[in-house]
């Protein structure tokens, strides 16, 4: 390629404009690359998803029940809309490794043998899938087997229903039904603690005296069957057997959280990077405004010489593509670093059998597009004055701007304020616009650290809350079938359980009009100490003594009333059906409850009594041994440890928000220091001739360093209320985008954070002030005066 | 010289005015002017600042619009040329010299003689306008490395490089010493021997007018006379 | 001086906004007082009502009877027929010895019973005590006078009774949670039970009774959930100018909502109740 002058004097311009070149290519960076990874990692989870969810035969409908018998599954397969269906064995129980002095929670599901499995279909990793044999062979899956070092060979006892035998794994593997591998009672997963294993019906049946009986059924529906009318058929189907509700794979446990981070990856592929993008496209703006100002008498030079304004706007063009090309194109590879990154912590939690992430072509395009984008918005006026430019016009001396009194002047208070405090706010005032972009630009970098910071914020809140606040107990237990109140004196006998509250749990089914919705309702005690509500205002919730409480989505949703009566099938024991009144709603923080008084519960209920939940205040001097012994009681069905929940929470999630808040402050602070350099930058340039009449005249550099000090931090100062602001109001958008249905969390952010994003601004003004004072000190007071332009 | 020798007619303005705006205030830039310019000729503007005479130059040049009246050069109505057609003309006929150089400060003196060749229908080498200007050796120098003399005579080198049929040059020794100045003036004359191109030359100062063959006086946006110079003073002559 | 001033409240403002990063903000806590009381130690267990009066009608002799129509509930008089037993010649009466309620038919259709067999039982519903069967470990802590309360019956009010029996005979049984265990009969009768209780009482009615097996007066109680562990003592965080305190306490009797203290803290001071992993010495406290 022949290069012409102009596009040397292009690289030598690009050569001048190093440094505002690189603050700018710092912001595009930051945003292609987060742009490029997240909608990479979207792309390749969802597309890892659906192939193994494809070829390993995931399920469509899921149904658990008490238990039918196993001739059931020859009426689902002839339900119209079912293509194929399992009926299966799943039983919970107890795994006593050699490792650990406690036992693991243990879900064991039925393999149906290898040969007639159609759905669910296990990924081997390591090892095969379980055969008939003398001892019981167990497939377990990786989770479980990593978290606690399992080879294949190792032995282990297992109890099921108070039977204990000996199992030897055979193989390490994953399931699409289990890719997130979460134990159902606790919110967060617990490798270590709670394991999924599968073994041939023989051994399950025997050990769980389930033999001919299933209690848990996967079926595939036909292409073109309405999942709702199959929903019903089955749940018809199922209905004297204890069927707490079929559903799908929307509502499946694993598939959910699935779901969610594939969403949450396209979500930030779009909302943080379009911030980083949108000022660069500020900057863009006013590096090329500012350029072609100063350039005025070159343009109107090439004008002059016979270049059409055409080819004039396409060199100043040029040069701000390749500003964005100098961030965009790094900004793609260091996207591809990130989504690498990503995908090691994403294979911490989901098991897929493959998860390889790889750059799809398309989001690196998408990438580039979006980091070319800002030169063409930013750009666009600047190109505009180009072509509007007579170069007559622009070879005169530049008319005087004008100036109209200022406010400060019309109420006549020019005389108290010094001179350079008037040149000061009429050089702010005199370009709105530019000023408003700057401030606009300082808000955007303040509020993306109040965003980052709230994360943070909102998690501590969580937790605290949660763990510190509502759930006070130490350790809480989970009977296998509701027990008199003589378990509760029985705990309490046992020496480091200092204190015990009984709760009653259970499943049911909420009817108003043409409103159903499955739900566990809780039956309170009349004091609680321990485990309690907690309101979006961290108010305690009164249980009312008589009626329901129901969260306050029922109220907004189902349109119910307090005083309204509202229909209630218990899905177990002896599925009562009772209506009930409402007495209150409640502004819970997240999910859905339905809470009552134990008392009026279990007459509902039509029994004597019965508890399901005991929460426990342990000593922690003998934590282990209750622990131990908690689990081995065979009418305990879990135990869960809060402490040990909360830690590893800490642990996992924690420090991975704590990275990303890192990483997100960075990137603010390089929006910050890239508008704030850029805006001194420009003021200085612009005004160097003032300022060296101004140091000519005998004011000091102190003097001039001043002005333009005064300049930034009256745009900082501007900044800062509106920054913090909209800081929350991102954080409340976001917020309202994620679950709007169960999620009504109360946006929290410390004072502390706001307080972080302004140090960091102002930690960038220093920084380039400091550059700033170098650049004063070294102004060549003759060459200054000397070009008028 | 007599005054057939000069038949062809390049320009011929009648009631040109042009008004602009500074600010808050209208200036009357040029009232009613009318004037024909020909092929081959060296003309002199003169008058005082603010006479008209950059105005003048300018809408001649095809850098400005005029408020009223016509102009052409040759066939080509100038006024209601668009911006595309004006620019043409400027590339294919027009070499500019301002005052104040216009250099481009980031390309080399050489290369900002090839930035006008590159773009023009004929032009000679750029090599050989810095050559015409005396400054080969100085090629690959930056402006910001030449005395203003030097830089000036670049710009001229820009200029005529293009081998244009007109030379405009607004106050081209305005900057420059005596010396400087006179080696300045040299350079037009011989470009206008050489390539015969009809060379305008705005200044406020009368001995110039001496190397022209017609000087036209300008005062408050009018012409005031026009004058032809029986005899060319060589540049050595004059003196100021 | 102008500058000097503005330079300060520059410097002035950081400073703020570093304290305000820095300083980790109050915490919110559940205040507890600590209060002079007296303190009741009970056991908590499920308990039966049963009546006093309990009547087993047995057949007289080896025959068929009829199959009984009354219901488990079915009030009947004294000297009412509740059974027939063919013998002999005819059939021949079972009649009730008082006025009651049915409580328990064992044999409800018609046909041969023997001499003896257990036809039907029928209790005095207005004479009623209460039964519990507690751990033997529970009950040796019992003592006859102890008093009882009892609630979940339905109504508001819970029902009052004094134990008056602890069996000497334990048994094994099978406790709640699946281990077996000794258990001991515990007995109590009802005192001045209201009639409206009396309405809506019968036998067999479960009950959440609760048996006081001790008290303490002028005891110094402070929640169960402020205590912690430090080391191998109790602590609690005393609340001092708005500051958590670890304050070391020695314990007097721990029961299953209060402890009693016996050294460590005084009348009226403020402590932090269920104080949570975010409270540490030192740290601020915000009171909800």
Redesign the interface.
Known sequence: MVTNSLDIKLFRDLKQLRAQTITTAILVICGVSLLVSSWSAFQSLRSVRDSYYKNYQFADIFAEFKAAPAEIIAKIRHLDGIESAEARIVMDGLVYLKTQPEPALARFIMLTPANQSNLNKLYIRRGRLPVESTEIEIAVHEAFAEANNLSLGDTFKILIQ?QSEDAKIVGITISPEFVYALNPAAPLPDDHHFGIFWLLPKPLQRMAKMKDVTNSIIAKMSKDASTGAVLERVNQVLKPYGNSGAYERKHQLSNMFVEDEIRQQKASAIITPSIFLLVAAFLTHIILSRLVAIHRPQIATLKALGYYDREISLHYMKMILIMMLVGAIPGIFLGDIIGILLTRTYQQFFHFPNLNFSLSLQAAIIGLVAGITPALLGGWSGLRAIYKLTPAEAMRAPSPPVYKPSIIERWGLQTRISIKTKMVWRNLFFRPVRLLLSVLGICAALAVIVTGGSWNDMTDFLM?TQ???QQ?EDMSVS?LKP???????????IPGI???EGQRSVPARLIYKNHKRELGITGWPD?I??SRKLDKD?KNIEIPDNGILLSRYFQDAWGLKVGENIDIEILEGKLPVFSTRIAAFSDDLIGLSASMKF?PL??ELKE??GYNVVTL?V???KSTEVYVKLKN????YSVNLKKQL?LGFQESMGGLIRVFTMVLIIFALAIAIGIIYNSVRVSFSERSWEMASLRILGFSKGSVF?MLTSEIVTQISLAIIPGCLAGWGLVYLSMESIHAETFSFPVFI???T???A??VI?FALIFSLLIMLRMIGSINLVDALKVRE | MQDNQFSEVLFSAKQLSKIYRMGEIDVHALREISLELFAGEIVVLLGPSGSGKSTLLNILGGLDNPTSGEVHYKEHNLVTATEKELTTFRREHVGFVFQFYNLIPSLTAEENVTLATEIALSPISSNLALHLVGLEDRAHHFPSQLSGGEQQRIAIARAVAKRPDILLCDEPTGALDYTTGKKVLETLLRVNSEIATLVVIITHNASIAGIADRVIKMANGRIHSVATNSKRMSVEDIQW | MK?YFIIIIAILF?AG?????????PV?VEVAIVKRGIFRRS????GILRSKDRYIIPAFGDGDIKRIELKVGDPVKKGAVVAQLYWDTGYLPLKSPIDGVISRVFHESAGPVRRGDQIVEVVNPRNLEIIS?L?T??ATQVRIGNSVTGE?W?GKDPIRAVVVRISKAGFIKL?????E?EKTEIIADLKDPSSEMLEHLGSN??L?ISIEIGTIENALLI???A???VG?DWAVYKIVNNRARETKIEIKV?G??EVVIEKGLVENERIIN?P???VKEGTRIKI?
């Open positions: 108070g605290a763990f510190q606040r006070r009977f027990l008199p109140a003589s378990s509760i004196r029985e705990l309490l006998n200092l204190a015990a004091h100490q321990m961290l008392r279990l007459k004597e009594t205040k000593d922690p001097i009681f065979s009418q305990i909360y001043e410390e004072p502390s706001f307080a972080m302004i140090l102002i | 500058k950081v906004l570093l304290y305000v990063y820095l300083v980790p903000s919110e056991i908590k267990t499920d069967e751990l470990t529970d979940g339905g406790s709640a949670l699946g281990v265990e009615f479960h959440d929640p169960i959930g205590i912690f562990r191998q721990r299953t909502d269920y949570g992993d975010l909800k």
